[in-house]
């Protein structure tokens, strides 16, 4: 069985600190796609990223950046210099087929 | 493009009534998903379609049922609400492609009393 664990519940930080929202994945496949999606205040999901299994690079876009391994099975987000903009509920999801599994998201809060 | 549509956006039901969350999407895409979103517990697959006539269980499908009788429109049945079943509810919709994301639509919030 498929399973994602995003064990941080709420974090908290003040602006301009950098936060790392982590995430743990458990699958038996060799081929399969990890993903993070956003959830504002507003409430609609916006994909972010997504990630092969076998493409370990880290990625960079602007202040955000993932970074990717399958040693630890793990696919965490960094957030430089956080914003409250960037306040919300993050998920992280994998699929290996048809169907998108979710972890319980991380709510962050970013404070002025 | 107007995406994935749900209606409605807001519906209260008494205990034991019956309901039908509608979905649409105008982007061709042959899979389609029902989520539901509880406080904490992260977005859980209800049930999914790979196509027209093709439906499949997710994680928790008891207490609803869903057609798929074209491509554009996955519809969510609800029988029977129960308390339980206040959430909100998601659609979604993505292309074959193995990577592709999923395209969500804006929710549904439900509250059975």
């Known amino acids: 069985a498929q399973k994602v664990t995003q064990a941080q519940t709420e974090i908290s930080v003040v602006e301009k600190e950098d936060v790392t929202l982590d995430c743990v994945y458990e699958?038996?496949?060799?081929?399969?796609?990890l993903f993070w999606y956003k959830q504002p205040p507003s409430g609609e999901l916006v994909f972010l990223i997504r990630?092969?299994?076998?493409?370990?690079q880290n990625e960079i876009s602007g202040r955000y950046s993932w970074n990717f391994q399958k040693s630890t099975s793990s696919f965490n987000f960094t957030i430089t210099a956080s914003q409250v903009v960037d306040s919300a509920v993050y998920f992280c999801?994998?699929?290996?087929?048809?169907?998108?599994?979710f972890g319980k998201g991380t709510t962050l809060s970013v404070s002025s | 493009n107007a995406g994935v549509t749900q209606t409605p956006k807001f519906r209260i039901l008494k205990i034991g009534q019956s309901m039908t969350l509608q979905c649409t999407q105008d982007?061709?895409?042959?899979?389609m998903y029902w989520y539901r979103q509880d406080p904490g517990m992260g977005l859980k697959l209800i049930y999914y379609s790979v196509g027209a006539g093709i439906t499949d269980k997710g994680e928790v499908p008891n207490g609803y049922n869903v057609s798929r009788s074209t491509t554009e429109d996955f519809p969510l049945r609800l029988e029977l609400a129960a308390p339980s079943q206040t959430s909100v509810y998601f659609c979604?919709?993505?292309?074959?492609?193995?990577?592709?994301?999923?395209?969500f639509g804006n929710g549904t919030r439900l509250t059975v009393t």
């Open positions: 990630r092969n299994s076998f493409d370990e």
């Open positions: 699958t038996r496949d060799t081929t399969y796609y």
């Open positions: 979604a919709s993505r292309s074959t492609t193995f990577n592709s994301p999923l395209h």
């Open positions: 999801a994998l699929t290996s087929g048809t169907a998108l599994i």
């Open positions: 982007m061709n895409h042959n899979y």
